[in-house]
């Protein structure tokens, strides 16, 4: 498995027990990365961590706007956060092209959700994808970015 599809279930793994347990993700992030015994956390996944709750409010908003019939409280956790890293990818993180950032997405809910998650994952990413020029925030988060980088200091990050 590469290192930045590693990355992304470990953070998918950080979101989702932030939210089962109703802890900030930040906060569970630090304690993941604290552990001895548990699996490391690279600085990609610290980043999309860090990024996704950063920008959860806007992602839920974009997400509610495009996922047809859908609210983001409604869907699966795991297709919830899912698409919350897929967006954030597309929107906030240059380097990555947005037909890698969606075939990703896809292949984690397929990996790990429903049988109509991959497609669900798909076409909500894929509406987004069409009019990304148009939703990406004026500065976003540029230059190399590896699997095994710290995560950048909040002040590196692009804002809204």
């Known amino acids: 498995m590469r290192a930045r599809t590693k990355a992304r279930k470990r953070a998918l793994d950080v979101l989702f027990e932030s939210e ?16 001895a015994d548990a699996p490391p956390v690279s600085g990609y996944a610290a980043m999309l961590v860090t990024g996704v709750a950063e920008h959860q409010e806007r992602i839920d908003e974009i997400l509610t706007e495009h996922s047809e019939g859908w609210s983001v409280p409604r869907m ?16 906030w993180v240059d380097e990555i092209d947005d037909p890698v950032a969606i075939t990703e997405a896809v292949e984690l809910a397929r990996t790990l959700s429903t049988d109509d998650s991959p497609r669900f994952v798909n076409g909500v990413l894929g509406r987004i994808s069409d009019i990304a020029e148009h939703l990406r925030p004026g500065l976003r988060l540029t230059g190399p970015v590896s699997a095994e980088s710290p995560a950048p200091a909040p002040e590196d990050q692009a804002s809204e």
């Open 20 to 35: 089962a347990r109703r802890e900030d993700p930040l906060e569970v992030l630090a304690q993941r990365q604290e552990m």
């Open 76 to 91: 699966p956790a795991v297709d919830r956060a899912v698409l919350r890293i897929g967006l954030y990818e597309l929107l």
